[in-house]
């Protein structure tokens, strides 16, 4: 996963789209729409999402969604922002676990301050999926002792995309050990295989042996976020469709 931070904007009002769509793309904040709650529910499990903007006003059926972002898996740490102007909705809202509301008529001087309140907890959540493409050697030894030689492809806090030799089982434990270029860091983890999907590519889980290697590590991967993160700001801003 790159840099962008996306919102997923979820009314059936045009004027809420008028009124929330230009503050988030000047903030360069990628939106999606979608005019329901069924819509919705769909896109949270096939996307990720630092935000998710809920019209609790024109779709009251949409407090499920809340309760659906905060059991996935991607989205549970999603910024959840309600429009409810009535103050039952609000504290329905606030009670599955969103963490900002607004009601109507929209003032847009205090919605731009409250997105700027936000903002920080969507790019912490940006920052702890991302995923940086990178090719490194990675030396994994299987339960049986085999030694494979395998490529990373991305690599993240606690996991990693994988290039390897020869088909590994989802569920699968393995011994990791890597070197971090630049970084005069070598690591050595103990990780799981999550996901399979060709014979040669593997997504794992992992967990460093040693906290402070997991630490530099860490604090190399905010490095990386950061610095495209600051390159994707400085380029031009898509043109509005």
């Known amino acids: 996963m790159g840099t962008d931070i996306k919102a997923l904007l979820v009314t059936s009002d045009p004027g809420m789209v008028n009124v929330f769509s230009p503050l988030l793309q000047e903030m360069r904040i990628m939106v999606q729409y979608c005019p329901d709650e069924s819509t919705a529910a769909h896109d949270v499990l ?4 630092e935000a ?8 009251p059926g949409n407090i499920p969604v809340i309760k ?4 996935s898996r991607s989205n549970k740490n999603a ?13 329905q809202a606030f009670d599955q676990g969103a963490n900002f509301a607004f009601e ?15 903002y920080g907890l969507m790019l912490r959540e ?3 999926y991302f995923r940086h493409a990178i090719e490194i050697p990675v030396r994994a030894r299987r339960d049986s002792g085999e030694e494979l030689s395998c490529k990373t492809i991305n690599l993240s806090q606690n996991g990693m995309a994988l290039s390897v030799p020869s088909p590994l089982s989802q569920g699968e434990v393995l011994g990791l050990v890597f070197s971090v270029p630049d970084a005069a860091l070598s690591v050595s983890a103990r990780g799981t295989v999550v996901w399979a999907d060709t014979l040669s590519k593997v997504g794992i889980s992992f ?29 031009p801003a898509a043109p509005k469709s």
Do not use: G
């Not at 959840?80 to 909705?89: G, I």
């Open 104 to 118: 109507r008529p929209f003032v847009v001087p205090d919605i731009k301050k409250t997105l700027h309140a936000a």
């Open 126 to 128: 940006r920052r702890r």
């Open 207 to 235: 967990q460093c042996t040693n906290p402070e290697v997991e630490s530099r590590l860490t604090a190399w991967l905010h490095d990386r976020f950061y610095t495209q993160f600051d390159i994707a700001q400085t380029q």
């Open 46 to 49: 096939m996307a990720k999402f």
């Open 79 to 91: 910024v959840v922002v309600a429009v409810a102007s009535n103050s039952a909705a609000r504290q």
């Open 52 to 59: 998710v903007f809920l019209d609790c006003d024109h779709m």
């Open 68 to 71: 659906s972002l905060r059991e």
